[in-house]
Every structure is written in structure tokens, then in C-alpha cells.
């Protein structure tokens, strides 16, 4: 019978699909690996039909395993095979490893630095009258550290954090909120600790102003920057016309 469809996935993954009327068989071959030494890295080689899997090679095994009847006949017979048991052996060193290696320094290594926003939002009703916001955006890799201090000294009191969320382009998220009473002269910080940056970041809160007016003071800075470059191109262009020029 004709094979209808075939999917490969490479690196570090294969798939491959035969559909005939009536029936699916599948391969699937995948690398496993969760350090960057590769000393736990393993090869699994599953055979699928008709979403049952009846024979598997794992290569921490090192041999064929059946879960079926047809399965158990197969492996029998494939694990006498002197030549195809080695070469599924090898394909931990040939296939995998080189691969992961691709993908560490492509992807696993990269990082990107957190761009951190400090803002104040309105608390809920309770004892503090004040509550600051810590947002960091567009970091990779996940982990991240995200703290919050008065004076230099950690506050783990009254601070809510959200777990880091997925944007849905390999980059993460993270807030973290603290409520508390304001103080004169005390300093209040947000510290963000990532593998991207070379030591923790410290970010302070500026309470001179509330964040409304310092928005409305840089609307007015740039409409007042932009009335200067009108007004001067059209200075240029009255002394030009007045010459003669145009």
C-alpha cells in the first residue's frame, strides 16, 4: 500500500508517519537530556501503531523492548540482529549528542536581559495605603529572581508575586507587588537577580512625584520639543522664500 503522508522533525526529534487506509504506524525518536554535560542524555526509539506502542530501544537499556505480542516477537528478533543492535547503539553518540550540543548554543545558551518598570497601583482596602508594582519583561531564559528591599534590607513581608509567565515568543514575565506604609527618607527598592545580567540589578522608587504628574511633565517636554522643531523649520522656510530661494 502507497504511503500517503511522512513528517520528519530534526534535530533532537524525529518523527515519521505512514497513514494507509484504516491504519497508523508512527516512529518517533527523541533525545533526551537535562544537563549540559550530556551525562544523562538518552535515545528513546518508539514504534507506534495505531496510537499503541509496541516496541521500544532505549538506549540506557540497550536493547529492544516489546509491549506487545507482535512487539515482544520483533524485539526478539531485532535484539539477534548483532548488526542493527549496534548500530541503534550508536545512534546516542552519532545522533544525539552532536544535536544537543547544536542546541545548547543556539537556543539553551541564549539570554536576554529583563527591562524592568517600577509603578505604583492602587492597594486594596487593608492597613497599608500604598503599593508598588515590579514588572520585569522579554527575559530568557525562565529563572528569575525578584526581591523587593527598604534601606538595603530585603522585605518578605506583605509581597505577592506571580509565577514567571510564557509571552508565547520564548520571552517570560514576572511582577511582583508590595504593599506598605510610606516612611520619610526610607528607600524603597526592587533587586532583580537573572543569569542574563552580570550582578543583581537594584531599582529604586522615586516617590517625589506620583507617576500621573511625571507623565503629564514628559507629554508636555515632548510637545514642547516638537513646537521648537516646527517653529524653526518655519523660520528656515520664511528666510528661503524671502531670498528668493523657492
Known sequence: ??????????????????????????????????????????LIDSYVFNKVEYIRFNST????????????????????????????????????????????????????????????VTPPSGIHTAMLMCSAYEFYPKPIRVTWQRDGHEIKSDVISTE?????????????????????????????????????????WDPSMPESERNKIAIGASGLVLGAIIALAGLVYYKKKSAGVL
Open 1 to 42: 500500500m502507497a504511503i500517503q503522508n511522512i513528517y520528519i522533525y530534526l534535530p533532537g526529534f524525529l518523527s515519521i508517519s505512514y497513514r494507509t487506509d484504516g491504519y497508523y504506524e508512527q516512529r518517533v525518536v527523541q533525545c533526551r537530556f537535562t544537563s549540559k554535560d550530556l551525562q544523562d542524555a538518552e
Open 61 to 120: 537499556v540497550g536493547e529492544y523492548v516489546g509491549y506487545t505480542e507482535h512487539g515482544v516477537f520483533n524485539a526478539k528478533r531485532w535484539n539477534s540482529d548483532t548488526a542493527q543492535l549496534a548500530a541503534e547503539r550508536s545512534e546516542l553518540d552519532r545522533f544525539c549528542k552532536p544535536n544537543a550540543g547544536i542546541d545548547y548554543s543556539n537556543i539553551l545558551d541564549k539570554t536576554a536581559k529583563p527591562s524592568v518598570r517600577i509603578s505604583s
Open 164 to 204: 514567571e509567565l510564557a509571552d508565547g515568543d520564548w520571552y517570560y514575565q514576572i511582577h511582583s507587588q508590595l504593599e506598605y506604609t510610606p516612611k520619610s527618607g526610607e528607600k524603597i527598592s526592587c533587586m532583580v537577580e537573572h543569569s542574563s545580567l552580570p550582578e543583581p540589578m537594584v531599582y529604586d
